[in-house]
């Protein structure tokens, strides 16, 4: 390419005037075209101004939901199958222990498939960029320090309201409980997968879709009752926990509304929860070398710090 033009600059002073214009009027000129990828968007998306619709958003979320109670339990087949072979039908599920953990293992593959769905929406198979449509950037007016002090303050909170609100044992706290290799992989879904997966789908997809039509006050209050609703299930006889889940679900959804930004909501989301998992792991540490006379308070502390884990 460099060869052509460089020979049709170097031949174009012999041309005389007249057969430059004979040229011309033989050849008229043209703009050059612009050099665009095929597929690919002339400008950057505005992650609240989003090219897909309520109807893909509201698909998302659904099967994201149905991703996480179905891929479990398909997880837990295979196990069961060998069991069944082994031991024979009765003592299929008698290996608890193992179940639960499986069961918890096979939430990682549910929050990758809910990914894909989320790239192939937001991306309309890959027209689109992920990343920039979702705004996952840092906004001037909101920056790392800020939304890790934000966490820190949310979880105080969130330790304040458990300690004050007593209520009854969660399912969380029963899996923790069950066995350590629970413990850990609940501590590494908590951080590796499940704030991206959850700020994705509900500051990312949903959201901008609802704000969209509705607005940003009622795209707020839908997306922070939204992400209430999936935790429900899982803290339902525990009024604290879910006040928790509440005030942070508002507070991601207003960050998210102020910034225009998905980048610091999954920071908050990741710091209020590594918190949590460190202590977490942690926890049997304290139970082993802390003098009795504080061990129940330590485990107590524990217990209400990461009740709103999930």
């Not at 893909?56 to 994201?64: E, F, I, P, T």
């Not at 044992?169 to 923790?176: A, F, G, P, S, V």
């Not at 949903?206 to 899982?234: D, E, M, P």
Request: some cysteine; aromatic content about 10%.
């Amino acid at each position: 390419m460099l060869t052509v033009l460089h020979s049709s600059l170097t031949l174009s002073p012999i041309v005389t005037s007249n057969e430059s214009s004979s040229l011309s009027g033989s050849f008229p000129e043209t703009p050059a075209p612009l050099l665009t990828s095929p597929g690919k968007p002339d400008e950057i998306p505005d992650p609240d101004n989003p090219p897909w619709g309520l109807v893909g958003a509201l698909a998302a979320w659904g099967v994201s939901v149905a991703l996480l109670i179905i891929v479990p339990v398909l997880t837990l087949i295979p196990y069961v199958l060998y069991r069944v072979a082994v031991y024979g039908p009765g003592e299929a599920f008698r290996a608890e222990q193992q179940i639960i953990v499986l069961s918890i293992v096979g939430v990682l593959p549910a929050h990758f498939l809910t990914l894909a769905l989320a790239w192939l929406i937001v991306t309309n198979r890959g027209r689109r960029p992920f990343w920039k449509s979702l705004g996952w950037s840092w906004p001037r007016n909101f920056g790392p320090w800020k939304a890790i002090l934000l966490a820190v303050l949310l979880l105080g909170v969130g330790l304040l309201i458990t300690t004050m609100v007593r209520g009854s044992e969660t399912q969380l706290d029963q899996l923790i409980k069950s066995s350590p290799q629970a413990r850990w992989v609940v501590a590494f879904l908590a951080v590796a997968t499940a704030p991206l997966v959850e700020e994705v789908i509900y500051r990312g997809v949903l959201f901008a879709a609802f704000q969209k039509i509705l607005g940003t006050r009622w795209a707020v209050v839908i997306i922070s009752g939204l992400f209430l609703a999936v935790h429900i299930l899982q803290y339902f006889n525990n009024l604290g926990v879910l006040s928790v889940i509440m005030i942070l679900s508002v507070a991601l959804t207003l960050v998210r509304a102020y910034t225009g930004s998905l980048l610091p909501c999954f920071v908050i989301h990741l710091v209020f929860n590594g918190i949590q998992s460190l202590v977490l792991l942690l926890q049997p540490w304290l139970e082993r070398y802390l003098p009795p006379t504080r061990q129940i308070e330590a485990v107590q502390l524990v217990e209400n710090l990461v009740r709103h884990l999930g």
